[in-house]
């Protein structure tokens, strides 16, 4: 039999979660809570092998329980049962560490089968729940893909003739060749080098190439 601890500041519902689950003979409800301080203190007394909980509480959310559950009772099981169903909670949810999230429309044989899975190592989520988690990832997938943003030139204050004197750098030209394809002089190849270490903040002709090449300014060298 598989030992539960009710948690939901509505009087009604955790009243009526109380008695659809309490006619199967797979649970047993060891106790109810009604807000998350609640809860923390009764599992001071309590050890149910796992906790119903609600999101939208008072003083302390579903979610802020749930973290502080896993901080002092690593093991303990947690599944959310909420009208909420929006990605930014179901996100919150699994990242306090929530192993499955139902949504309180569910038949109690639902929640029933979806606590027994649950303990068998399973993260059972209602179809919307499931399909939105989906799409969370999907979406986090894309961000993954973003996150190697580049800088322009711009914003490290290069002049265009800069970007060009890195480019040549970046094939391998000396100063005197960089002065002669630019028509300036190696004197003045060599300020503007220095005046690119400056506002790279490097210190090397590699340093310089390797932000250069990072940010797609160049190709690589040659």
């Known amino acids: ?19 659809n689950l309490s006619i199967f003979d797979e649970v047993q409800i060891l106790f109810k809570a009604n807000s998350g301080h609640d ?17 939208e509480m008072p003083q302390m959310d579903g979610i802020e329980t749930t973290r502080e559950v896993k901080r002092r009772f690593p093991n303990l099981k947690v599944m959310m049962l909420s009208v909420l169903d929006r990605e930014d909670k179901i996100f919150e949810a699994i990242k306090a560490g929530a192993s499955g999230y ?33 799409q969370i990832l999907r979406n986090q997938e894309v961000i993954g893909q973003k996150t190697e943003t580049y800088q322009s030139p711009e914003e490290f204050n290069l002049s265009k003739r800069e970007v060009e004197i890195l480019e040549k750098t970046a094939s391998g030209l000396t100063y005197n060749q960089i002065a002669d394809q630019l028509f300036i002089s190696a004197k003045t190849a060599r300020k503007h080098i220095e005046n690119i270490y400056q506002k790279l903040h490097v210190h090397s002709k590699l340093e310089a190439v390797a932000v250069a090449q990072k940010n797609k300014w160049v190709k690589t060298i040659k």
């Open 1 to 19: 039999m598989i030992t539960i601890g009710l948690v939901d500041d509505n009087p009604t519902l955790l009243r009526n979660i109380s008695q």
């Open 39 to 55: 809860a923390l203190d009764k599992l001071n007394n309590h050890n149910p092998d796992l906790l119903l909980m609600d999101i």
């Open 102 to 134: 139902l949504t309180k429309d569910e038949k109690p044989s639902k929640i029933v089968a979806a606590i027994e899975e649950l303990m068998e190592g399973g993260a059972p989520m209602s179809p919307t729940i499931a399909m939105k988690t989906l």
